[in-house]
């Protein structure tokens, strides 16, 4: 375990005596095995798990700096805590200290399976919760299609985050308990209801308040967003006033932002300047069409997910 009072500090330094720090506090999150190879040494270091947990804070101004260094997916493998600031009280009821250290010296309790080497005993997900599990991620995955790059990440480990929260939640509850009770043996569906309310309607929302000090402009993360429909969707025109009624996207919800996206996509070249077509009866409507190069280069444009990806397309 790693507990940092300013964990900027700790990412900052990652990679100033070993290029592959980051990459190896990466690996550190999933528990398998890492071997480690040293010329000075023939014999490797071998890790059976490797599995660390950091606990830490850092300023708004630190964080800043660390989200625009670029998204490795270290950042993502944080939950990530900002609350709104209450008023400072002095606390009038001493904490239950001895409750608290009984309650947790079960976990003493429990012991890896007596192999050699000994291995970690593996608690399932119960059946009755899959279904749940299955929901969360398939709101994540159509979350992740309009989030920006730093949320994307965020979102693709909600799912692996949920169960571990759930794992957590089935054993403390198992640490509170009175009497003696062997320890789960399965996280039920009570647990991973409670994980995925704890993630859906606090760790993500402060993961994007989080992560909104380095988030582009509004005119920016808005072209961003058109930008990903028109990869999704390929038309050969873009009207604004047919996007607003009907598709609805995130962000670009009157005339007016769909405009300012649609003419930063202009200054990109993803879209023609707007012409008037008449095939829409009398009354003119604003008309972009799309940059036909940009079939061509479908494989590339895929990929973008950020306002400056967007713009170095540059189609002609």
């Known amino acids: 375990m790693i507990v940092r009072d300013e964990l900027a500090g700790w990412i900052a330094s990652m990679k100033s005596f070993n290029s592959g720090a980051r990459a190896f506090w990466i690996e550190a999150y999933r528990g398998r095995p890492y ?37 490795d997916g270290l950042l993502a493998r944080l939950l990530w805590v900002w609350p709104e600031q209450i008023p400072f009280r ?4 001493p904490p239950r200290v001895e409750w608290a250290i009984n309650a ?25 919760a899959r279904g ?17 790059p730093l949320l994307r990440s965020a979102l693709g480990k909600a799912r692996g985050q949920a169960l571990r929260l759930s794992l957590v939640l089935e054993f403390l509850w198992w640490c509170a308990e009175q009497g003696v009770l062997p320890p789960p043996i399965r996280i039920g569906p009570r647990a991973f209801a409670a994980a995925e309310v704890l993630m859906t309607k606090y760790f993500i929302p402060m993961a994007a308040r989080a992560y909104g000090e380095a988030q ?101």
Request: charged content about 30%; some cysteine.
């Open 132 to 148: 749940s599990l299955e929901r969360l991620a398939r709101d994540m995955q159509r979350r992740q299609q309009d989030a920006a």
């Open 35 to 71: 071997r480690v190879e040293r010329k000075t040494d023939p014999d490797p270091i071998v890790v059976p798990h490797l599995a660390v947990a950091v606990y830490g804070g850092t300023q708004p101004d630190k964080l800043a700096r660390l989200l625009r260094e670029g998204d």
């Open 216 to 316: 582009p402009t509004t005119e920016h993360r808005n072209a961003a967003v058109l930008a990903r429909w028109i990869v999704r969707s390929w038309p050969e025109e873009l009207h604004p006033r047919q996007l607003q009624r009907e598709v609805r996207l995130p962000g670009l919800h009157t005339a007016e932002q769909i405009r300012g996206a649609a003419e930063a996509l202009v200054a990109s070249g993803w879209l023609r300047s707007p012409h008037r077509p008449t095939r829409f009866g009398p009354r003119t409507q604003v008309c972009y069409r799309i940059n036909p190069r940009l079939r061509s280069q479908n494989a590339w444009v895929g990929s973008c997910s950020s306002p400056d990806a967007c713009r170095t397309a540059q189609p002609q």
């Open 104 to 128: 947790l010296d079960r976990l003493r309790e429990l012991d890896l399976q007596r192999d050699d080497p000994p291995r970690p005993i593996l608690v399932p997900l119960a059946v009755e």
């Open 90 to 93: 002095l606390g009038e009821q």
